[in-house]
């Protein structure tokens, strides 16, 4: 395996699901590094290829999905080459993941002990006594009370919050150098929420595993990132750091998400919806893909695509507004 600072690298991935409709380009030249102990970021609203993304790296597409172009690089080694039978070692072992719904990902007719022995077997050389002590010392890691009882019950008699912290001990049985979470907390309340991305910190300190979390909600990801990466059709729109993101976003799409959710400094203000519905991925747009539904679209938007754009050091984004702006800040 060659020397690399980053533990993942994606370079100008594709990724396509074959329909009877047509192509669906889900996911359009993406491009980031991740470097060990760090936490990157993936939002954008559904459909915008977040967890297709996250799928593609696990390389667990539906069957009418494949990568077409691009780059998986895990400590500088390309996994998009590797057997299925390197992939089974790679996942589990090297990466995993927490699935979206804690409630569905768990089988309902084994046990939690069953499901959790069997990942430790499966990724490790250990007994089923080893295994089972495993889990225990697991299910103690993530907070869960009781660990014996627990591992001796059904999933339907964890809680929500208990289950998706079923899912990360599973996640974490082979202490992976990469976990990627997908939408972690979108079936949970608000303080479960809190709970389980404070977990999550904790054991990144404590394990030093690189993290991707991927979701919608902006203010999940706002004190845990490093970087944040924006997706909308496929493609990235901005990247930065939190404070790049929320204080000097630079790319209208990512001021749209900004403008519609509540802020605590300034509650009586009116919340503003993004217009129009989301982009239809059989039928990209020539030019940026969020230019239908821009407000701030001007005619080259319709039939170039933006490059991406360095606002500072740590910030980049992909918009024509900000072309625009050097050439009238040029001119003034």
């Not at 010392?137 to 208990?162: A, F, I």
């Not at 904790?202 to 944040?228: N, P, Y």
């Not at 933006?306 to 625009?324: F, G, Q, Y």
Request: charged share 25%.
């Amino acid at each position: 395996m060659e020397d690399s600072k980053y533990v993942l690298e994606v370079n100008d991935l594709h990724t396509s699901f074959f329909t009877d409709a047509g192509e669906v380009k889900a996911v359009n030249g993406i491009n980031f590094k991740l470097e060990p102990g760090k936490t990157l970021g993936i939002v954008g609203e559904s459909g915008s290829g977040k967890s297709v993304t996250a799928y593609s790296i696990m390389q667990i597409l539906a069957q009418t999905g494949r990568i077409t172009d691009g780059e998986v690089k895990y400590k500088g080694e390309d996994i998009t080459k590797f057997s299925e039978k390197e992939m089974q070692k790679f996942r589990g072992s090297k990466c995993s993941i927490i699935f979206q719904d804690p409630m569905t990902s768990l089988n309902p007719v084994f046990t939690v002990g069953y499901q959790l022995e069997e990942a430790i077997m499966l990724h490790t050389n250990k007994s089923k006594s080893e295994a089972k002590e495993r889990a225990i010392e697991l299910l103690k890691l993530v907070g869960v009370n009781d660990p014996e009882k627990r591992l001796t019950q059904y999933p339907h008699e964890h809680s929500g919050g208990m289950r998706q912290r079923d899912m990360i001990a599973m996640a974490l049985a082979c202490e992976p150098d990469i976990l990627i979470a997908d939408e972690p907390t979108t079936a949970l309340d608000v303080t479960i929420q809190a709970q389980i991305l404070e977990l999550m910190q904790e054991l990144q300190k404590k394990l030093g595993m690189a993290i991707i979390m991927v979701t919608h909600d902006l203010g999940v990801i706002a004190s845990m990132c490093d970087e944040i990466i924006v997706m909308y059709g496929g493609r990235v729109c901005e990247r930065g750091t939190a404070d790049d993101i929320f204080y000097s976003p630079a790319h209208e799409y990512t001021k749209g998400l900004l403008r519609s959710i509540p802020r605590k400094d300034n509650m009586n203000e009116k919340l503003v919806p993004i217009g129009g519905t989301p982009i239809n991925l059989l039928n990209m747009p020539k030019g940026c893909a969020f230019c239908p539904r821009c407000d701030e679209a001007m005619k080259i938007c319709l039939n170039e695509i933006p490059e991406e754009l360095r606002i500072s050091d740590t910030h980049l984004a992909s918009c024509w507004m900000n072309v625009k702006s050097i050439y009238e800040s040029k001119e003034a």
